[in-house]
């Protein structure tokens, strides 16, 4: 009883207190509403600073649409940064006057819908407009947009493929880095923020469980928002606008005549010639954020985990096996022979040798291992991704186990890339490309998936001994980067 009338109480207490502001208060109530209303026109109201406007509080200022560029023309098929994009109602806006000085549309982006053979998925209106400046208010709106600062990455694709080590950091974010990289020698800043608008949450992450935490590693404060975020911007009816966009699409990549050739997206982004060390800025973020040491040029003087050593280390060769994997094994007396031709080049004082397998050990050893291999040898496989966080140098190579004629580029590109020398070995005979040449078009033989890949150990071995005494001269891969990426033939 008495604890129900103390409640009682309480809301008199608010409507005495009301009755007494209302009475009292030096502004009528009815005139701080007026003031609220026509706050425009008001003097001594200071506007509230727009969001398009960070820099410059000033809403009063006419409304104008900065055109839409690609700065330093960072664009390939697939992988187009832009400056100042729009997006309204889930459609992304292109402001300009020269629409000519674009690419076409479906070299940008595509309807994001499963790529299937025969199924051109084309861009429509609904996915991307070029609007001249004179018709973005109508189309846009009156209000100034909503502002995206720094730099946000949008992958405009399904989940078909992304959920994979390879597909995400060999080609999404490689390819990405690679155009990104035509702005600059170095500094340029990390992105802000990846964008999934067509894939569900988690849905972007890999088997293997690597995509995420190395994102974390490399950058992180960076956010990754999936569909139900770009629903939000749809909902709000008003105009968004990117300071600086990066739109990946795989099946704009794959419309360019490179790409159907090597059966790679990011084939096309080989036609640009970055710096020959874009990527090192990934690397070494990696290794600092993750290993806690780095840059690389400091590794040379520490062992595994990190402390100094008194001598120069040896290098080290690591085989990805793929022995316990339910595909592509090799031939398990060529496996052994193999171990033990490796196990021999230890014995001699040539290198250390790590067989890992990579699958059920924590991130963080299989980036140290990564990171401090000079050689890696492994079956054609996602493995051989882990490449893409060993330095490059005069001795890197990656050694990839096909059975006999059979070739696939995924290996081979990240390793052009990256400035290491990439051999395929088919059982006894080793095929390798100089500057400006490589593998004529795929090839899938019989068996390529299969449990019998034969690799005659010895041959193997021979490519590591030539590796690890090379000086530089001759086969120095990094070179590569600054030639076109084309077809000589086998
Ligand atoms: C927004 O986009 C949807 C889907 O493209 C379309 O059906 C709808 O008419 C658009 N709404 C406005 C206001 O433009
Ligand atoms: C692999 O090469 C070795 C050495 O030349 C040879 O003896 C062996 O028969 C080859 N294996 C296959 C399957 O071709
Ligand atoms: C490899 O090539 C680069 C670029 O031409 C050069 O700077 C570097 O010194 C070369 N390395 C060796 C060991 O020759």
């Given at each position: 009883?008495?604890?129900s009338?103390?409640?009682?109480?309480?809301?008199?207490?608010?409507?005495?207190?009301?009755?007494?502001?209302?009475?009292?208060?030096?502004?009528?109530?009815?005139?701080?509403t007026?003031?609220?209303?026509?706050?425009?026109?008001?003097?001594?109201?200071?506007p509230?600073?727009?969001?398009?406007e960070?820099?410059?509080a000033?809403?009063?200022?006419?409304?104008?649409?900065?055109?839409?560029?690609?700065?330093?023309?960072?664009?390939?098929?697939?992988?187009?940064?832009?400056?100042?994009?729009?997006?309204?109602?889930?459609?992304l806006?292109?402001?300009?006057?020269?629409?000519?000085?674009?690419?076409?549309?479906?070299?940008?982006?595509?309807?994001?819908?499963?790529?299937?053979?025969?199924r051109?998925?084309?861009p429509?209106?609904?996915?991307?407009?070029?609007?001249?400046?004179?018709?973005?208010?109508?189309?846009?709106?009156?209000?100034?947009?909503?502002?995206?600062d720094?730099?946000?990455?949008?992958?405009?694709?399904?989940?078909?493929?992304?959920?994979?080590?390879?597909?995400?950091w060999?080609?999404?974010?490689?390819?990405?880095?690679?155009?990104?990289?035509?702005?600059?020698?170095?500094?340029?800043?990390?992105?802000?923020?990846?964008?999934?608008?067509?894939?569900?949450?988690?849905?972007?992450?890999?088997?293997?469980?690597?995509?995420?935490?190395?994102l974390?590693?490399?950058?992180?404060?960076?956010?990754?928002?999936?569909?139900?975020?770009?629903?939000?911007?749809?909902?709000?009816?008003?105009?968004?606008?990117?300071?600086?966009?990066?739109?990946?699409?795989?099946?704009?990549?794959?419309?360019h005549?490179?790409?159907?050739?090597?059966?790679?997206?990011?084939?096309?982004?080989?036609?640009?010639e970055p710096?020959?060390?874009?990527?090192?800025?990934?690397?070494?973020?990696?290794?600092?954020?993750?290993?806690?040491?780095?840059?690389?040029?400091?590794?040379?003087?520490?062992?595994?985990?990190?402390?100094?050593?008194?001598?120069?280390?040896?290098?080290?060769?690591?085989?990805?096996?793929?022995?316990?994997?339910?595909q592509?094994?090799?031939?398990?007396?060529?496996?052994?022979?193999l171990?033990?031709?490796?196990?021999?080049?230890?014995?001699?004082?040539?290198?250390?040798?790590?067989?890992?397998?990579?699958?059920?050990m924590?991130?963080?050893?299989?980036v140290?291992?990564?990171?401090?291999?000079?050689?890696?040898v492994?079956?054609?496989?996602?493995?051989?991704?882990?490449?893409?966080?060993?330095?490059?140098?005069?001795?890197?190579?990656?050694?990839?186990?096909?059975?006999?004629?059979?070739?696939?580029?995924?290996y081979?590109?990240?390793?052009?890339?990256?400035?290491?020398?990439?051999?395929?070995?088919?059982?006894?005979?080793?095929?390798?490309?100089?500057?400006?040449?490589?593998?004529?078009?795929?090839n899938?033989?019989?068996?390529?998936?299969?449990?019998?890949?034969?690799?005659?150990?010895?041959?193997?071995?021979?490519?590591?001994?030539?590796?690890?005494?090379?000086?530089?001269?001759?086969?120095?891969?990094?070179?590569?980067m600054?030639?076109k990426?084309v077809?000589?033939?086998?």
């Amino acid at each position: 009883m008495f604890r129900s009338r103390r409640y009682q109480a309480i809301p008199l207490v608010f409507f005495a207190g009301f009755v007494f502001l209302v009475t009292f208060y030096p502004y009528p109530l009815a005139r701080t509403t007026f003031l609220l209303a026509s706050s425009l026109q008001s003097e001594c109201y200071s506007p509230i600073p727009i969001a398009s406007e960070h820099n410059n509080a000033n809403a009063n200022a006419a409304l104008s649409y900065k055109s839409t560029t690609i700065p330093d023309g960072a664009h390939a098929n697939g992988f187009t940064i832009f400056d100042n994009l729009y997006l309204r109602n889930g459609t992304l806006f292109v402001v300009t006057a020269n629409v000519e000085a674009f690419p076409a549309k479906e070299a940008i982006l595509s309807a994001p819908l499963d790529m299937a053979a025969g199924r051109e998925n084309l861009p429509t209106n609904e996915h991307m407009q070029f609007i001249d400046p004179r018709e973005a208010k109508g189309l846009l709106g009156s209000q100034p947009p909503l502002y995206i600062d720094d730099l946000t990455v949008i992958v405009y694709d399904t989940d078909q493929f992304v959920g994979h080590y390879y597909h995400w950091w060999g080609e999404l974010v490689l390819g990405f880095w690679r155009v990104y990289s035509m702005l600059g020698e170095s500094d340029l800043a990390f992105p802000t923020r990846f964008m999934l608008p067509f894939i569900d949450q988690g849905r972007w992450r890999d088997d293997a469980g690597v995509n995420g935490p190395l994102l974390r590693a490399i950058h992180p404060s960076l956010s990754v928002e999936t569909l139900d975020q770009w629903k939000d911007f749809i909902k709000l009816d008003r105009t968004v606008v990117f300071n600086r966009v990066a739109i990946i699409n795989r099946q704009a990549g794959h419309r360019h005549p490179l790409a159907r050739k090597y059966s790679k997206m990011i084939a096309p982004t080989m036609e640009l010639e970055p710096s020959s060390n874009f990527w090192a800025p990934l690397q070494k973020a990696l290794a600092r954020n993750l290993l806690g040491y780095g840059p690389f040029s400091e590794m040379s003087s520490k062992n595994l985990k990190g402390k100094n050593l008194k001598s120069k280390p040896k290098p080290i060769v690591t085989y990805v096996s793929r022995q316990t994997a339910k595909q592509r094994r090799l031939m398990p007396k060529d496996h052994q022979d193999l171990v033990r031709g490796l196990l021999q080049l230890e014995k001699e004082g040539l290198c250390q040798v790590l067989i890992p397998e990579m699958e059920r050990m924590p991130i963080k050893e299989q980036v140290e291992i990564a990171s401090r291999s000079t050689i890696m040898v492994g079956v054609h496989g996602n493995g051989l991704t882990h490449q893409l966080w060993m330095p490059s140098s005069p001795q890197s190579a990656v050694i990839e186990i096909f059975i006999p004629q059979g070739y696939l580029f995924d290996y081979e590109i990240l390793s052009r890339n990256m400035g290491h020398q990439h051999y395929a070995i088919w059982n006894d005979t080793v095929v390798t490309y100089p500057i400006g040449t490589t593998h004529k078009g795929t090839n899938k033989p019989p068996g390529f998936q299969g449990n019998n890949i034969p690799v005659h150990g010895p041959t193997v071995i021979d490519v590591i001994r030539q590796r690890l005494s090379a000086k530089g001269a001759g086969d120095n891969n990094s070179r590569m980067m600054k030639h076109k990426w084309v077809q000589a033939g086998a």
